[in-house]
């Protein structure tokens, strides 16, 4: 059996409009790049942290490391584990950094280990690498990031996956601006109680978009990407967002709404021209604002942490 491998653990999208802190999808253009090895020594390692950004070398402190940590005390091999990452996802993008660190460790824990866990029991390890990063635990970030495609999050305790089918011919935009938005700061912003009238509004359009998922209704999609209750707050939060969706919705995207907590700003669109065209719409608003920022197109991903 290997010591060692190296993977692929992509950014996702949480969310997705109407399906706030439950519904994800996984992209493929995007992640982060790890190197999981098993050694003698017992104990979790991070020996290697490139990219650029201050993350922390402690175990005990890095997203990565605390999941690692909770699969190995369940796991109890009779063997260490050193990890490498090569951080591609900017902490802080709104499209799954801590996730795909989270993820990243654990799925190569358990390729070297002749893969004894499942990919739910993945998810409950990676949770916990999650929650140092997000101050709470939840997995509409981790879901797609393992099981790739969409994903639906029917319950944390216990944890509970739904695999959602992705239409063929659907393709993300994503524009991140070189922002900051703090998660604590876009939940703090949310109202603690919304209207009825949201409510139904806000099921109907999230039950509806799952239908057309299973269903490849590309016109249903368009029709059920709409947020009423968090994306009118959040938005806030986001410089020329409402000019970014706009163009984008001018440009022909079926959809577009907040990736996460933000700053990043997700569309959603039929074909791979299509989302060409609305990349270059949205390109054109941030490139007048002084904001730098990035674009990156990405079919859906429908197989999530890979080997490579």
């Not at 999941?67 to 709104?94: T, V």
């Not at 709470?136 to 944390?156: M, Q, R, W, Y």
Request: contains cysteine.
């Amino acid at each position: 059996m290997k010591n060692e491998i190296k993977i692929f653990s992509p950014a996702t999208v949480a969310n997705v409009a109407c399906g706030f802190d439950v519904l994800g999808f996984c992209l493929d253009s995007v992640g982060d790049e790890m190197v999981i090895r098993k050694i003698d020594k017992k104990g979790i390692y991070i020996t290697k942290i490139e990219g650029g950004f201050d993350l922390p070398y402690e175990t005990e402190l890095n997203v990565a490391g605390v999941s690692a940590l909770a699969m190995y005390d369940a796991a109890k091999p009779n063997c260490g584990f050193e990890i490498e990452i090569n951080k591609k996802i900017k902490p802080g993008s709104g499209i799954g950094s801590s996730a795909a660190s989270a993820v990243g460790s654990v799925y190569g824990m358990n390729e070297l280990l002749g893969r004894p866990y499942s990919k739910t029991q993945l998810t409950e390890f990676a949770i916990k690498g999650e929650a140092i990063a997000s101050k709470c635990e939840h997995a509409d970030n981790l879901a797609p990031a393992l099981f790739g495609g969409f994903t639906l999050v029917k319950s944390i305790s216990p944890i509970q996956i739904l695999e959602i089918p992705s239409p063929d011919d659907l393709y993300a935009t994503i524009i991140h601006p070189q922002i900051e938005v703090k998660t604590s700061e876009a939940r703090a912003i949310l109202p603690k109680e919304v209207s009825l009238t949201n409510a139904i509004t806000q099921w109907a359009n999230f039950g509806s978009l799952i239908h057309a998922l299973h269903t490849s209704d590309y016109d249903l999609i368009q029709k059920s990407l709409h947020d009423v209750i968090v994306e009118p707050y959040r938005s806030q939060l986001i410089p020329h967002y409402n000019e970014v969706k706009t163009a984008a919705l001018n440009a022909g995207a079926l959809g577009a709404g907040i990736s996460g907590s933000g700053p990043s700003i997700f569309t959603l669109s039929k074909g791979i021209e299509s989302a060409k065209k609305v990349a270059d719409s949205i390109k054109n608003v941030y490139s007048k604002t002084g904001i730098a920022f990035d674009i990156h197109i990405s079919k859906i991903n429908t197989q999530g942490v890979k080997k490579i």
